[in-house]
């Protein structure tokens, strides 16, 4: 029986995946071929979804994109023992946009049947998981520590001395927290681990739980991805029947129990405090701080607060062991870093390379550059909070350090193209509009804040006393930075001083002429 493989993945849905894959089943059957079609993750080239690939004794052949329409022409050309077909790619690891990847964490996304345990094993599953097992709790901690590996929900704290003050935290129960709600703009590659290969974070939060002394684990999914919430569900039943989930680990005597929870389609649940009131029952609103969640957090208890990708590492870490992880990337940002290109870009999808790789690699070599085939203009890294980049800036090296020193943040490694027809006085407008609207209210800085920014833009883009305007501009930026609660208020200034920044000829506007005088 021929294997073909066929992603499940909601931005191949989108495109068609399973009418193509219903078509294919209807001429297998037509013809009395028998076929089992598998089901999978992307691999992350969205620009050649839907993709089907076939196995064959040279390997698995894929062949994209394709149409439900191309299914009879590919039975004609014998695509079921690798015929060659106008869409035929050949072995999909030998693509140089993912050959010259290092994939640690998305190693399987693509390859496995997302809940099927015997196929998660039979590609390198739950090693880690069993090396957690024979090690104490701190050995663990001190692993992750030395593997460097830092938060990449976008803080970039280190992972390790995180889970140090949980583990240390004297307390009759602890969580694992996984926040899923991924907002960013140009962010997909939560979605795409969870519905691609969801077991490799479950074993992820299980090994937390062991380091930290934690029974007890929940995911934080955003509203607006039941694909990835029906994945994970279905992979954790899958998890508790193998006994990788409940009251015995692998046999090991020690439990973990797993739960995931669905947001409500706000912004703000993707920081800590705010998902963590969300989880309780609670209206999410940003809690002060101190008490840290690390102390005093889900339910008054301990808790670990990591990004889907941070947990998503911890089994390669466990397996492979700190220092092989600490090869890849640079300074103090170690390890690969799942980099999602979007925006105006000729071949977006997911790129997962060590830190260090630069935005002009990124999107010229691997993007092709702009889908319209103009100049790119400019680059916003890091979601809608992030720092718009000029053309001249591409150069710049993926590290935290380093997009720190340009005022940037890397945040969940979104790239965001734009050609140049943008304007980014609007863009700069359309930072305060979201954080008017996403802002959760506590706090006056964001909450009017924001507000009364959009409005300055508004009189900045039609011309009215624009120097007086700047002012005020800058100064409630400045106020915006220092005196917001958390990181929404915080960091809306960011985007809106970068565009002021590296591109003030879009704020140079004329004055409109009142009708009157026309």
Known sequence: MTRIFISQDAASVAVGASRVARAIADIALQQGVTIDIVRTGSRGLFWLEPLVEVETPEGRIAYGPLQPSDAASLFKAGFLAGGNHPTRLGRMDELPYLARQQ??????????????????????GFKGLARALDCSAQEIVDQVKLSGLRGRGGAGFPTGIKWDTVLHAEASQKYIVCN???????????RMLMEGDPL??????????????????????????????RTMNAAIEAATRAGYLGASVMGSGRSF?????????????????????????????????????????????????????????????????????????????????PVQLAGNVKRGGLIELAFGVTLRELIEE????????????????????????????????????????????????????????????????????FCAAESCGKCTPCRVGAVRGVEVMDRIIAGVEPEKNFEVLEDLCRLMTDASLCAMGGLTPVPVMSALTHFPEDFDKQPRIPAAAE
């Open 366 to 433: 691997f993007g092709g550059g702009t889908l319209t085939g103009r100049p790119v203009k400019a680059v916003q890294v890091g979601g809608p909070l992030g720092a718009y980049f000029p053309a001249h800036m591409l150069d710049i090296p993926m590290d935290y350090e380093s997009f720190a020193a340009e005022k940037g943040l890397i945040g969940h490694g979104g790239i965001v193209v734009f050609d140049d027809m943008v304007d980014l006085s609007h863009q700069a407008r359309f930072a305060f509009e």
């Open 180 to 190: 899923a709600d991924e907002g960013d703009s140009g962010t997909f590659a939560d």
């Open 257 to 337: 129990d797993l739960e995931t929870r669905l947001g409500a389609g706000a912004y703000i649940c993707g920081e800590e405090t705010s998902l963590l009131e969300s989880l309780e029952g609670k209206r999410g609103v940003v809690r002060a701080k101190p008490p840290l969640p690390a102390i005093h957090g889900l339910f008054g208890k301990p808790t670990v607060v990591n990004n889907v990708l941070s947990l998503a590492s911890l089994p390669w870490i466990m397996e492979h062991g700190a220092e092989a992880y600490a090869d890849y990337g640079m300074g103090r940002s170690r390890g690969t870093l």
């Open 103 to 124: 994939r640690l964490v998305f190693a399987r996304c693509g390859l496995t049947d997302p809940v099927s345990i015997a196929d998660y094993k039979a590609h390198g």
């Open 200 to 229: 490799t974070l479950i074993e992820g939060m299980i090994i937390a739980g062991l380091a930290v002394g934690a029974t007890k684990g929940f995911i934080y999914i955003r509203s607006e991805y039941p694909h990835a919430f």
